[in-house]
């Protein structure tokens, strides 16, 4: 399998442990290559949604083509996560919109969620899938997960697959395959980008 440039968004002060554990399966798996930036790296004073985006995009992800969310409780509550998830969801001149994977952290309270039958094998076998069709359901379904990726969700074309930490962690090689089709669905995806930028955490 083609090893890809995968971005690691998540809420450092919380969720470092998971971030450190993908690592270590990294170094020893050989699983993707790991693109990714340290919280507060980017000073957001004067500068506009644009400007944001494009810098994120163009030099803090450069040149990666998957998002991978480690979402955790209090993850949709921080301005950086939330433009990081804007980047990846935008073309700039420099780089393409890029795929993204949900992975919920132990103390996310979201529903799993699959695309394609072979990602239905690995995030849940042997499960009934439901279908939703208003947001108010993808807001029960998945309550920790950024109001971004809910907005997108609900448009119908954006195709995002959820899968909990421990189906991953008992093989590193499931989080290998699931990155590798959140990198073929990549240019054929549609996100919602109408929200502006977060400015402020909120909690």
């Not at 919380?14 to 000073?43: R, T």
């Amino acid at each position: 399998m083609n090893r890809h440039k995968v971005f690691i968004s998540y809420y450092h002060a919380d969720d470092q442990f998971y971030k450190n554990e993908i690592a270590k399966w990294n170094e020893i798996y050989n699983l993707f290559d790991d693109y990714s930036v340290n919280d507060g790296d980017i000073d957001d004073t004067y500068l506009t949604d644009e400007a944001i985006r494009v810098k994120i995009r163009d030099e803090y992800i450069k040149d990666a083509t998957v998002l991978v969310l480690l979402c955790g409780s209090n993850t949709k509550y921080r301005k950086y996560i939330d433009w990081e998830l804007h980047a990846a969801m935008y073309d700039t001149e420099k780089n393409p919109k890029m795929g993204i994977l949900v992975v919920n952290l132990p103390s996310c309270r979201n529903n799993i969620r699959a695309v394609e039958d072979r990602e239905k094998e690995i995030v849940a076998p042997n499960t009934k899938w439901t279908t939703f069709t208003k947001r108010s359901e993808y807001e029960s379904a998945y309550p920790d997960l950024p109001s971004r990726l809910i907005a997108s969700l609900v448009t119908k074309h954006s195709d995002i697959t959820f899968v909990n930490w421990n189906t991953i962690s008992n093989n590193p090689f499931l989080l290998q395959e699931l990155v590798d089709f959140a990198y073929m669905r990549r240019k054929t995806i549609e996100y919602d980008l109408s929200a502006p930028l977060r400015r402020k955490n909120s909690n």
